[in-house]
């Protein structure tokens, strides 16, 4: 989201007042323990910010509350520019401002609402430290990696709420949905058997189940059907006739038109989806035309269709929200009942579920917090270990995957079958929404993932390697909230150049009669 800016307006309050308490936009930060910025907000500072970090902000945007620059790059012929190299941006956004194609999930992190104003912490996308002197890179990083503490210090200071992961989702008038189908009656099975469609849609719809179909019904009248079909893979098809494949039972039909309003464009890993406005010519002169969102995986080999009554009158924008939601995975039979059987079957790994008795609410917070610290805190640290250095994996050494990519070092693992075996542990430590958004995306996509299975077999990339630098201090350990089915732990962690340590809100909730991690330091702290 952010660019690099240089000679930017600015609100410039040159003071040589700069005290403790004041408004210091525009000025260095020599001793001040505060900053106020736009619209009053206030943002505690934290130790290493005297004398390297400028506080400014940029009139012209009217969502920006305050941003920090680093002060030693300032008039660098190639970097930094006038006001020095911009580490990071805090804005304030609407609802109606909450676009998400316009986020970057490596860049920008949502992390507080309140009054229906939603709060982010962006960092710049393009190269703003010198990469050249070392000792300047260390110090813009080591001052960038203080934003998460700073968001929790505004939090606090301002009366805010952590941001909440379907806090887009309810700021856009959504709610997150996850449908699961029987594919027993499939012609063509799924390549990963039963399905699950996470998907958001309008508050105030529901979805109801019947034989042999799901409905979306609103004020309990169905406005729209969901329907789950296989599909078959051919090669050699064009790029741009795929979708023609996959939908190949509707798609080139004779009286029904869904070629022409069919709007791709969204993707979730390796789900794609799309809109659809479909004409209907029938005999007697019967046309009419529905509006639709489609869905296909090409590792499930499976595809969703939700096709609306004629009738009603969905938005595009509606339409464009719902596609860009959905999300098709394997569903576990554990996701959808109380039969842990195969999360208490860990062959020899790790974690050890917390099954969840007592509601969060009506226990103490000195039982929570023995919970934390005994149980689910350690749970995290061994799944930190295992992405970190591959603790606790037992490798034959002998037997290599070989890739054309040479910083790989894909060596067997023994000790896990497979990746489903390792997904079972990962789902006794996280919640859904930590493992799609935070830990699948680390340990099994992109160009160069941690763990790879071939033939059958898990491999995970030596050629990696990383320590826990982070100790927690149980002694400051608080609960903040808790409700029935979630509770919140404030827990500072400290670091060698760091003893005071980094205050950090872990959220814990209630899935599948686990306690999970809903945010975890591990892979929710910048760094």
């Not at 917090?369 to 002998?398: H, Q, R």
Request: hydrophobic share 40%; net charge negative; aromatic share 12%.
């Amino acid at each position: 989201m952010n660019k690099k800016r240089r000679g930017i307006p600015v609100i410039a309050l040159i003071l040589t007042l700069c005290a403790a308490s004041g408004i210091i936009i525009g000025c260095s930060i020599e001793k001040q323990s505060t900053v106020t910025g736009k619209f009053g907000f206030v943002i505690p500072l934290p130790a290493g910010f005297n004398n390297k970090v400028a506080a400014e902000s940029d009139e012209n945007r009217d969502n920006e509350i305050v941003s920090f620059y680093h002060i030693p790059t300032r008039g660098h012929p190639e970097y930094g520019g006038e006001n020095g190299a911009l580490l990071f941006t805090i804005l304030r956004l609407t609802a109606d401002r909450l676009v998400p194609e316009e986020f970057q999930p490596a860049n920008d992190r949502f992390f507080a609402q309140g009054d229906d104003w939603y709060y982010v912490i962006s960092k710049p996308t393009d190269v703003q430290y010198v990469p050249t002197d070392q000792a300047l890179s260390a110090e813009y990083f080591m001052l960038q990696d203080k934003s998460a503490e700073i968001a929790q210090n505004f939090i606090k200071a301002n009366g805010l709420e952590p941001f909440t992961s379907d806090g887009v989702d309810g700021a856009k008038g959504f709610v997150r949905n996850s449908i699961k189908t029987d594919t027993s009656g499939f012609y063509i099975k799924p390549a990963a058997g039963e399905i699950k469609l996470d998907i958001s849609l309008p508050k105030g719809w529901e979805v109801s189940h019947f034989d042999p179909g799901i409905n979306i019904n609103e004020n309990g009248k169905a406005i729209a059907e969901i329907s789950f079909i296989g599909f078959e893979l051919y090669p050699d098809v064009p790029e741009d006739r795929f979708y023609h494949m996959v939908y190949s039972d509707f798609m080139n039909g004779s009286m029904a038109d869904w070629d022409s309003g069919y709007k791709p464009g969204w993707n979730q890993g390796t789900t794609v989806s799309a809109t659809d406005k479909v004409s209907v010519s029938m005999p007697e002169n019967d046309t009419y035309s529905f509006f639709a969102v489609l869905a296909y995986d090409t590792e499930l080999l499976a595809y969703v269709v939700i096709s609306f009554d004629r009738d009603y009158p969905v938005s595009e924008e509606t339409l464009a929200y719902i596609a860009r939601s959905i999300k098709l995975s394997p569903a576990p039979a554990a996701a959808e009942t109380d039969d842990f059987s195969d999360l208490d079957n860990l062959v020899e790994l790790f974690v050890t579920p917390v099954y969840a008795g007592e509601r969060a609410d009506k226990t103490g917070d000195t039982e929570l917090l023995a919970l934390f610290e005994k149980s689910l805190y350690p749970n995290s640290v061994i799944i930190c270990d295992l992405y970190m250095n591959g603790t606790g994996l037992d490798f034959d050494y002998d037997i290599k995957h070989i890739t054309d990519d040479n910083r790989a070092d894909y060596t067997l693992v023994k000790n896990i079958e497979n990746i489903e075996t390792l997904k079972n542990n990962l789902k006794a430590v996280f919640s859904e929404n930590r493992l799609d958004s935070s830990v699948y995306p680390v340990f099994f996509e992109g160009e160069l993932p941690l763990f790879v299975e071939n033939g059958g077999k898990l491999y995970y990339n030596r050629n990696t390697g990383g320590a826990r630098a982070y100790s927690p201090d149980y002694a400051k350990a608080a609960v903040l909230s808790k409700s029935a089915e979630r509770f919140t732990v404030e827990l500072p962690m400290t670091a060698p150049d760091n003893p005071n340590g980094t205050p950090f809100i872990y959220s814990i909730v209630k899935q599948n009669g686990m306690w999970v991690f809903d945010r975890n330091f591990w892979f929710d702290y910048e760094p």
